[in-house]
């Protein structure tokens, strides 16, 4: 296809920047991320983003694609592209921008790490391996969330960490919920303690944003409402 297309790319960093106006090549079968790259190696070198795989494996590729977060890399401009072949780029929201369309993914990480989102267990390497059936309630519940990638797509479409940075976000929370749920975990008492505060599991007002908007189809609002059910039971019981 000859035809151009109009692109908004945001450049800057920090809270300074602005949308500079490129004209890209429209081709078959183009993503949003072909489209960052042509202008990073063709109209400005000087471009920052970031990129890995480009199969929707590493999630690194998340941006802001005409108000909505999204993988570039898996992102179809013949599908998004707005009227008058407008394409508007912007880094993820609620995340400090480094440059142009590159964030800092520190606080999305390390609010992963407050809600004790790594497995703790008790066997080692000369123990025999775990064998934990596929068909109990807590496995399913464990499978349903495992599959995040951490590309902090949900984190930039979350409203609550908008109004709260302080919030956990839903992938930490997501994350939580499957340790939870993993018979082999050996710390879920104390992370229910950390998701029971202020800025964890009873924060979330369920709006479904994360769920909508997750390119894995994982459902982080299903898993915030188990942690507030599970959250709930511990404390009447006087765990927590």
């Not at 300074?16 to 063709?42: A, I, K, N």
């Not at 929201?93 to 440059?99: D, E, F, S, T, Y």
């Not at 997501?174 to 939870?180: D, F, H, P, S």
Request: net charge positive; glycine share 10%.
């Amino acid at each position: 296809m000859s035809q151009g297309l109009k692109v908004r790319i945001w450049r800057g960093s920090g809270d300074d920047g602005r949308f500079v106006e490129y004209e890209v090549p429209r081709q078959d079968s183009q993503t949003v991320l072909d489209v960052v790259t042509h202008v990073q190696r063709v109209l400005d070198p000087t471009l920052a983003y970031r990129f890995a795989c480009r199969v929707g494996m590493c999630g690194s590729c998340a941006m802001t694609v005409n108000g909505q977060a999204r993988w570039t890399c898996r992102t179809h401009v013949a599908r998004v592209v707005g009227a008058g072949g407008l394409l508007e780029i912007a880094p993820l929201a609620n995340l400090p921008v480094v440059k142009d369309l590159a964030t800092d993914m520190s606080a999305f990480f390390d609010k992963w790490a407050r809600a004790r989102g790594r497995f703790q267990g008790t066997q080692t390497r000369r123990d025999d391996f775990a064998r934990v059936s596929p068909d109990t309630p807590q496995r399913r519940a464990a499978n349903a969330g495992i599959e995040c990638i951490g590309c902090g797509v949900c984190y930039g479409s979350c409203d609550v960490v908008q109004w709260r940075p302080d919030f956990l976000g839903p992938a930490a929370l997501n994350r939580a919920w499957t340790l939870v749920n993993d018979v082999r975990d050996t710390e879920r008492t104390e992370r229910l303690r950390a998701v029971a505060g202020d800025a964890g599991c009873h924060s979330c007002h369920t709006q479904g944003t994360c769920t909508e908007r997750c390119p894995k189809g994982i459902a982080p609002t299903i898993a915030i409402a188990g942690l507030k059910r599970t959250v709930a039971r511990a404390a009447v019981k006087g765990e927590l």
